[in-house]
């Protein structure tokens, strides 16, 4: 099982990136997908998820209304989607899969991805 994260950078505040998150050795659509990230000094935190068909979305409360979370099934992706960026969004973002539904407990996702460096300057 892999997960590979790309589309990170530096962006200005208030600017936009799109992350991926190419999946494969796993059957895609048999996992919920996660998206967390780690800034320096921080624990790890949820971003968002959605559910294995796109039926369900969820967000933290930081980032709801500015960040999107999608995927494609059939091609074995995921996406997040960044816009109105802040520099306290500063942080190396993963995505993961878990079975069952998304929750917000890292340690519930069974596979994750090396994670891609997003700074956002001010």
């Known amino acids: 099982v892999q997960l590979v994260e790309s589309g990170g950078g530096l962006v200005q505040a208030g600017g936009s990136l799109r992350l991926s998150c190419a999946a494969s050795g796993l059957t895609f659509s048999t996992y919920a997908m996660g998206w967390f990230r780690q800034a320096p000094g921080k624990e790890r935190e949820f971003v968002g998820g959605?559910?294995?068909?796109?039926?369900?979305?969820y967000y933290a409360d930081s980032v709801r209304g500015r960040f999107t979370i999608s995927r494609d099934n059939a091609k074995n992706t995921g996406a997040l989607q960044m816009n109105s960026l802040k520099p306290e969004d500063t942080a190396v973002y993963y995505c993961?899969?878990?079975?069952?539904?998304?929750?917000?407990?890292?340690?519930?996702?069974?596979?994750w991805g090396q994670g891609t460096q997003v700074t956002v300057s001010s």
């Open positions: 993961a899969v878990k079975l069952g539904n998304v929750r917000d407990v890292s340690l519930e996702y069974t596979h």
């Open positions: 959605i559910s294995r068909f796109s039926t369900t979305t």
